[in-house]
């Protein structure tokens, strides 16, 4: 499949990602703030606060991503082992 201009679209990715760390970072400077959302610790990076990983019960997880994707709680449930930290 031919997506076109790749380099331009990486470039502008690029630069969204540096607009919105800045913005956050913005927030932080100036006291108490609370960054939420996925790609908030890569914003901030390793050393940019608290970070905190908020998960749900496993059988809730195999549920949601078996309806979500339209595959069987067999599939969803080891896609949920995979994602699991060591």
Not at 36 to 43: K, L
Not at 46 to 58: E, Q
Not at 69 to 84: F, G, P, T
């Amino acid at each position: 499949m031919d997506r076109g201009n790749t380099a331009g679209e990486n470039y502008r990715f690029i630069r969204l990602f540096e607009i919105v760390g800045e913005d956050a970072w913005g927030h932080c400077r100036h006291g108490k703030a609370i960054i939420v959302g996925r790609g908030a610790n890569i914003v901030l990076g390793p050393d940019g606060g608290f970070h905190v990983r908020i998960t749900g019960l496993p059988y809730r997880r195999i549920i949601r991503i078996a309806e979500r994707n339209k595959i069987s709680l067999e599939d969803a449930r080891e896609i949920v082992e995979s994602s699991e930290a060591p």
